[in-house]
């Protein structure tokens, strides 16, 4: 493991003067736009709080805000002190919370709320991690908490979910129950709490009908293994239900497998209202995005927001199988890597803000669902495709690679802010490996997307 951290370092390091020769040609020819967009922040009449710092998908959301002259605050734990989007010309402040995994989630919230205070925040919009979209749903009462106390005299809107609502659909078991409760097509589930409930599920009882075995807790590796089993390979799932922890606090879910081409999707809502979509061919391990339109897919996610009342980001699942139908499969209730394909307009943020709580809101009454311009090219990120051409993907040649370069827009990069992509290849991710290095940890791949290293045991 060692010699597999030492690798990725010495690659880095290699391309450490190119990248530095490329950072300074575009701070000169962009210098004239960076000051433009400095000079914005004059005009900020609100203030936004961006959580999950690291992660691509905040950069977009900071960018965006900050576009329409909002003061940017992006804040992330002391693990990722030094990711690439808090260098942003977006980014007014960064701030650092207390580690949700190391302190639990009162000192969490806590944290969280003290930079709410101390920078007078208005907005808050969680880009969060998958342990902490519950907790994030907490915050509110937190927030609110602190003005009947007189100890907060300006109201703050959590841009979130309910906890019910966070915690129905980031259930793979509850998600698929309450969208047939709400009249929508959705898998056969079954909970899985014990292994003697896995030895008791009869899949002789049917033939044809494959079902894979999935944790409802986010679990960064498993995720990705092959468990698809049919009516026949019970001993098959007995023996990976054998390698893997099955209990009631992490239980699992046999659900119908169907075959079919995956979506991912992202979804912003206000009040039962979907303020912006957008839904991309996905996969297991999914780091490009073009928006396709998808009728059915959209019909589905605007009807499940509107009977549940949602307000919050959604990112929902499907599987349309070879008749055309769609199905859930799941849905993370958080931000989705997906926005970047609205990279070329201030409408993401726009999505946010029609809320009557909300400062600077969006106060038109026909309020459309806003989805990526037609000109938006495909996104990538250039050390995943730079990968993929050392090493193709099964049935690929590293051509597939370089066309998704030439065709596309790498999702961090912009000519007019140029260091959270530096920032993120020769700063961040080398941290993360060193720290990896030194403890002896474990890990499976680097996220560029999400600005991590996925550990064994991680977050």
């Not at 914005?40 to 960018?63: N, Q």
């Not at 190391?102 to 007078?120: F, P, R, T």
């Not at 991690?129 to 005299?153: C, M, Y």
Request: charged fraction near 20%; aromatic fraction near 10%.
């Amino acid at each position: 493991m060692r010699l597999k951290t030492l690798r990725a370092l010495l690659i880095i390091v290699s391309t450490l003067p190119f990248a530095l020769v490329g950072l300074l040609v575009a701070q000169l020819i962009s210098g004239k736009r960076v000051s433009k967009h400095a000079r914005r922040d004059l005009l900020s009449r609100a203030s936004v709080l961006i959580t999950g710092g690291r992660m691509t998908k905040a950069l977009h959301l900071a960018r965006s805000f900050r576009a329409l002259g909002w003061r940017v605050v992006l804040t992330d734990s002391v693990k990722y002190e030094y990711c690439g989007p808090r260098f942003s010309g977006a980014v007014d402040t960064f701030r650092i919370h207390q580690d949700l995994s190391k302190v639990g989630e009162i000192a969490y919230l806590n944290s969280l709320n003290q930079i709410i205070i101390q920078e007078n925040i208005d907005l808050v919009v969680p880009v969060s991690s998958p342990k902490s979209s519950l907790p994030d749903a907490k915050l509110q009462s937190i927030v609110d908490a602190e003005i009947q106390k007189g100890t907060k005299q300006k109201a703050t809107v959590v841009f979130h979910g309910t906890p019910e609502q966070i915690s129905t659909v980031d259930d793979k078991f509850t998600f698929c129950e309450k969208a047939s409760e709400l009249g929508l097509p959705a898998p056969n589930v079954f909970r899985i709490t014990s292994y003697a409930e896995v030895e008791q599920f009869a899949l002789a009882n049917y033939p044809g009908q494959p079902f894979i075995f999935k944790s409802i807790n986010y679990n960064p590796t498993a995720r990705l293994d092959n468990n698809v089993f049919g009516s026949g390979d019970k001993e098959e799932l007995l023996a990976y239900a054998r390698s893997v922890e099955i209990s009631n606090k992490k239980p699992w879910v046999l659900q119908t497998y169907i075959e079919g081409q995956e979506y991912c999707t992202h979804g912003t809502a206000v009040n039962g209202k979907l303020t912006l979509f957008c839904c991309c061919e996905s996969s297991a391990f999914q780091v490009n995005y073009a928006h396709v339109h998808k009728p059915a897919i959209e019909q589905w996610v605007t009807t499940y927001v509107a009977k549940a009342g949602l307000t919050g980001q959604y990112s929902f699942d499907f599987i349309e199988d070879r008749q055309g139908n769609i199905f859930p499969i799941e849905c993370n209730p958080r931000t989705h890597s997906a926005i970047t394909t609205f990279y070329n307009t201030t409408k993401l943020a726009e999505s946010y803000l029609a809320n009557e709580d909300v400062p600077e809101r969006n106060t038109s009454e026909t309020f459309n669902s806003i989805v990526p311009e037609p000109e938006a090219k495909p996104t990538y990120w250039l050390a995943h495709e730079l990968h993929r051409i050392a090493e193709p993907l099964p049935g690929e040649t590293p051509i597939h690679a370089l066309k998704r370069i030439w065709n596309g827009k790498e999702a961090v990069y912009e000519p007019f802010d140029p260091k959270p992509f530096f920032m993120l290849h020769y700063v961040h991710i080398p941290y993360l490996l060193l720290n990896a290095l030194l403890r002896g940890n474990k890990w499976k791949r680097i996220d560029f997307n999400i600005g991590k290293i996925v550990e064994v045991g991680g977050d």
